[in-house]
T-cell receptor
Framework: NAGVTQTPKFRVLKTGQSMTLLCAQD?????MYWYRQDPGMGLRLIHY???????AKGEVPDGYNVSRLKKQNFLLGLESAAPSQTSVYFC???????????FGPGTRLTVT | GQQVMQIPQYQHVQEGEDFTTYCNSS?????IQWYKQRPGGHPVFLIQ?????EVKKQKRLTFQFGEAKKNSSLHITATQTTDVGTYFC????????FGTGTKLQVIP
């Protein structure tokens, strides 16, 4: 039972490059979330999903796209990376609203 | 969206001293959650409060939800070095908002 896993753990991109971050959970959770964490800013919600095939915008969605084709996976895409997207990205999942979120270990992304 | 203020931003305490962090919202909340993030780690769920005036305890940690459901506090009695980390409150039904966190440093 791995919980929530994220790949990759680290990545360095050049400005303008694209990439996809993968989040997988094996707890059969309905809800999944993508956050970014910057120093002094706490966690900010990028996008979230309330079930397979659904996605919704969070607090800071610009520059990111997501997909939830399978219940266990939630993908976060950066089409054209910018230095402002340098951050630590966390994925989380939960049974539903008002339930505890389980976080993955994070992906440290640097855009130069 | 919902605005949540968390204070203080940083706190240094001597081991054995108490510690409190506060979370304040501009709107009435349906619930509030608390998470702890160790340095270099990921957030880990501590507790959820849903009722007005609710108080819950976990060993040395005491969590409180305000009567008006607009604020919450986390109090740690007799801090230990294992309490080091950043404590976040989180609120929201589907679109979850995290506070900016309180970073706790415990001096042995």
């Amino acid at each position: 039972n791995a919980g929530v896993t994220q790949t990759p753990k680290f990545r360095v991109l050049k400005t303008g490059q694209s990439m996809t971050l993968l989040c997988a959970q094996d707890m059969n959770h309905e809800y999944m979330y993508w956050y970014r964490q910057d120093p002094g800013m706490g966690l900010r919600l990028i996008h979230y999903s309330v079930g397979e095939g659904t996605t919704a915008k969070g607090e800071v969605p610009d520059g990111y796209n997501v997909s939830r084709l399978k219940k266990q996976n939630f993908l976060l895409g950066l089409e054209s990376a910018a230095p402002s997207q340098t951050s630590v990205y966390f994925c989380a999942s939960s049974w539903g609203p008002l339930t505890e979120q389980y976080f993955g270990p994070g992906t440290r992304l640097t855009v130069t | 969206g919902q605005q949540v203020m968390q204070i203080p931003q940083y706190q240094h305490v001597q081991e054995g001293e108490d510690f409190t962090t506060y979370c304040n919202s501009s709107t009435t909340l349906s619930n509030i959650q608390w998470y702890k993030q160790r340095p270099g780690g990921h957030p880990v769920f501590l507790i959820q409060l849903v009722k007005s005036g609710e108080v819950k305890k976990q060993k040395r940690l005491t969590f409180q939800f305000g009567e008006a459901k607009k604020n919450s506090s986390l109090h740690i009695t007799a801090t230990q070095t294992t309490d080091v980390g950043t404590y976040f409150c989180a609120l929201g039904y589907q679109k979850v908002t995290f506070g900016t966190g309180t970073k706790l440093q415990v001096i042995p």
